[in-house]
């Protein structure tokens, strides 16, 4: 069964500071990971995907596969990154349902 | 380009009572998906449909839970009759896919149901 671990429900971290938020799968084949996003009183929204490889609003993440672990990273938080982040999971097939982790959040202190 | 909508976006109601939630997904997507976050757990997946067929419905907690979509257009997801634990967010999302593309999945703002 697939799964996703988002150990972490709350980070608070400073504005300026590194932030890393972590999260590990399971599952038995090639994974697809995201990282969804939602802000304050705003729908889920993407972030980004690992087979993307691009850095998005200054985040990044690296698919690890022998870690089995897809930890969303930021080297200066800025206030405007605090919001609910879910990572998630789905099959390599087209039309696959997504498996969410149980989101951070993070708050970004000034 | 309008996103997904969903209707409505509260809804309170009595425990025994019906509820149908709506979706409408962006325009020319032929999949969507229905999700639900109960209180304290992850958001779940319900069930897929491609166009009007369910693709999967292995997360559609009990037949009090019925997802239709008439034509390949909007959605609907009724849950007759409800319960105090079919109390959450329910989220609807839409995708297309393109050939040599991933699959992107865009949410609606979600229904909140609270059942007393």
């Known amino acids: 069964a697939q799964r996703v671990t988002q150990p972490e429900k709350l980070l608070s971290v400073f504005k300026g500071a590194p932030v890393e938020l972590k999260c590990n799968y399971s599952?038995?084949?090639?994974?697809?990971l995201f990282w969804y996003v939602q802000y304050s009183r705003q729908r889920l929204q993407l972030l980004l995907r690992?087979?993307s490889r691009e850095s998005i609003k200054g985040f990044t993440a690296d698919l690890n596969k022998g870690e089995t672990s897809f930890h969303l990273k930021k080297p200066f938080a800025q206030e405007e990154d605090s919001a609910m982040y879910y990572c998630?999971?789905?099959?390599?097939?087209?039309?696959?349902?997504?498996?969410f982790g149980g989101g951070t959040r993070l708050m970004v202190k000034p | 380009e309008a996103g997904v909508t969903q209707f409505p976006s509260h809804s309170v109601i009595e425990k025994g009572q019906t509820v149908t939630l709506r979706c409408d997904p962006i325009?020319?997507?032929?999949?969507l998906y229905w999700y639900r976050r109960v209180m304290g757990k992850e958001i779940k997946f319900l069930l897929h449909?491609?166009?009007?067929?369910?693709?999967?419905e292995s997360g559609m907690p009990n037949n009090r839970f019925l997802a239709e979509r008439t034509g390949g257009t909007y959605s609907t997801l009724k849950v007759q009759p409800a319960e105090l634990e079919d109390s959450g967010v329910y989220f609807c999302?839409?995708?297309?896919?393109?050939?040599?593309?991933?699959?992107?999945?865009?949410f609606g703002p979600g229904t909140r149901l609270l059942v007393l």
């Open positions: 325009s020319g997507h032929d999949n």
């Open positions: 599952y038995s084949g090639s994974p697809e």
């Open positions: 449909f491609v166009k009007e067929s369910k693709q999967d």
């Open positions: 690992h087979i």
């Open positions: 998630a999971l789905s099959g390599y097939n087209a039309g696959n349902m997504l498996t």
């Open positions: 999302a839409s995708s297309q896919v393109f050939a040599g593309e991933g699959e992107t999945q865009y």
